[in-house]
């Protein structure tokens, strides 16, 4: 038995050591993003740093489509993330040192949750993809998908509560429909325009160099809230029941909007919809409205 233990033990040291993974979600907005941060954040396997969004990449994108976002960063944050996040600003290598240094032996996943990320410019995206890997992740892209109505109506809401005001009354409709075409709106749910650029970024060879990887994931939040986790719990290496977690975040305030402008955003959106249909059904099937 002797022998058996000694090849036991050389074969362990001569196959490769899994590296630890870098969740990067790029969203979609209101789409669960917050949920799936927080059920990961109580793994023990997982260290995900002192904030949920950094924002450190986005100040790139176009500000037509970036919105007030970025502007907003810095008034829900405390002074210990607020200096954290300036150095990262100064020292953008510092970033890839920060998560490099959450890793240990009981922690193996850390990750950039900034849906806006998603608005990047193919180049940049593919640039922070490479540079991840360089310094010793796998990389997990992670889009998350929510009915494009639903999207925009929980945004929209959203944009009052965090303006502490009440949804207007009067002319709802005609501001509703002025938001979800909007063009921060429409960068944030033409998922096929993200996923189509996120799929480029597995042409560049340099990214699938043997030392590490880089992985798409999309994923359903209606799915996600019906406890269909699979397709993430195979890409982070966990077991699907460890992603459950019945708590809802950043709910926006509930309020129903008219069938008629449903049907008008729905069409709106009929690409969006077409594709994802034709592309991930078992994710659109969740969805409240189709084409």
């Excluded at 597995?202 to 699938?208: M, Q």
Aim: with cysteine; aromatic share 12%; glycine share 4%.
């Amino acid at each position: 038995m002797l022998w058996f233990w000694r090849s036991f033990y050389q074969l362990r040291y001569l196959l490769p050591k899994r590296r630890p993974l870098f969740v990067l979600n790029v969203g979609a907005q209101k789409s669960g993003t917050s949920w799936l941060r927080a059920t990961l954040k109580k793994q023990k396997i997982c260290n995900l740093g002192l904030m949920k969004e950094y924002h450190i990449w986005d100040q790139s994108a176009p500000k037509e489509i970036l919105g007030t976002e970025f502007n907003a960063v810095t008034s829900w944050i405390d002074e210990a993330q607020a200096s954290l996040r300036e150095r990262m600003l100064q020292d953008e290598d510092f970033y890839f040192v920060y998560f490099k240094n959450l890793i240990s032996r009981e922690c193996r996943i850390t990750g950039d949750f900034t849906p806006s990320y998603s608005l990047l410019p193919e180049d940049e995206l593919r640039q922070l993809t490479r540079k991840l890997v360089a310094v010793g992740f796998d990389v997990v892209v992670v889009l998350l998908l929510r009915d494009p109505v639903d999207r925009c109506w929980s945004a929209f809401r959203s944009h009052y509560r965090d303006l502490d005001q009440a949804l207007p009354t009067d002319g709802l409709v005609e501001k509703f429909r002025a938001f979800y075409t909007s063009p921060p709106a429409i960068a944030r749910t033409r998922y096929d325009e993200i996923i189509l650029k996120l799929r480029r970024l597995g042409t560049s060879k340099e990214i699938f160099e043997s030392k590490g990887d880089v992985s798409l994931v999309i994923q359903g939040y209606e799915q996600m809230m019906r406890g269909e986790v699979d397709a993430i719990a195979q890409a982070l290496r966990l077991e699907a029941d460890r992603l459950t977690n019945p708590q809802v975040y950043n709910a926006s305030p509930s309020q129903s909007l008219p069938d008629r402008e449903v049907t008008a955003c729905v069409s709106f959106f009929s690409q969006t919809y077409a594709f994802c249909g034709a592309q991930y059904p078992k994710i659109t099937r969740y969805w409240r409205n189709s084409v």
